[in-house]
């Protein structure tokens, strides 16, 4: 358990840190992959990839670095994605309820993640959860995806709070690097594909096996 109350803001990763996604992506990603001619990737190969911009997971199961290549893919995933994302995206363990009571206990909540900032609010209105949430930054709000700390920082002045104020919670690597390089301080969940050993090299004030570990 970790005490999230001494933190004026709790800012959030989404996939695999709030909802599990993975239906959805998988499919996005091997829908794509077939229309390009291109062999469907293994889930647990495409799991390992969420979290990075949907570009550079192309480019890391495909060898494929051209940038109008990567362009043309990047627009086939989000076609697919639009058609069957969201009806495929399910709230993690206490996920929901945290969001609520961090509501109710008058603790600033957002999200940063590489993902759509659309799909995102589009979800958590499906979810009747849409008020829970101050702020989205999503993939088309930054120049630099994760695990630049573009969209951290903009998250951390978009709310008004110093760096200090707020605790960022994600599930990689990539979330343990962007609160490093954002000066924010970071709690991981194992509710992706990084265990907890993979994040004893960051500076995490907790690891813990998801956020509804969280209290406050």
């Known amino acids: 358990m970790f005490y999230a109350g001494n933190y004026k803001a709790c800012i959030f990763d989404f996939d695999f840190t709030l909802c599990d996604a993975s239906e959805g992506i998988i499919k996005s990603y091997n829908d794509s992959f077939e229309a390009f001619g291109m062999e469907r990737r293994p889930d647990d190969v495409i799991k390992k990839t969420i979290g ?3 570009k550079d997971s192309f480019t890391l199961m495909s060898s494929v670095s051209d940038p109008a290549m990567r362009d043309a893919f990047y627009e086939k995933f ?6 069957c994302m969201t009806g495929m995206t399910k709230p993690l363990p206490g996920a929901l309820e945290l969001l609520a009571s961090l509501h109710e206990k008058g603790i600033r909540t957002a999200i940063v993640s590489t993902k759509l900032a659309r799909r995102i609010i589009e979800y958590f209105e499906k979810a009747g959860v849409s ?3 101050d702020l989205i930054i999503g993939g088309e709000d930054v120049k630099s995806p994760k695990p630049d700390p ?3 920082l903009l998250a951390v002045a978009k709310l ?3 760096k200090s104020d707020c605790l960022y919670i ?3 690597f990539i979330d343990a690097k962007t609160a490093e390089a954002a000066g924010v301080d970071f709690a991981a969940v194992t509710t992706g594909t990084t265990c907890a050993d993979d994040f004893l090299k960051y500076s995490c004030k907790a690891v813990l096996d998801g956020v509804y570990e969280l209290y406050v």
């Open 52 to 54: 990075m911009h949907v």
């Open 78 to 83: 989000v076609s697919v994605a639009d058609t």
């Open 131 to 133: 008020g829970f949430t």
């Open 150 to 152: 573009e969209g951290l």
């Open 160 to 162: 008004g709070l110093s």
């Open 170 to 172: 994600g599930d990689s």
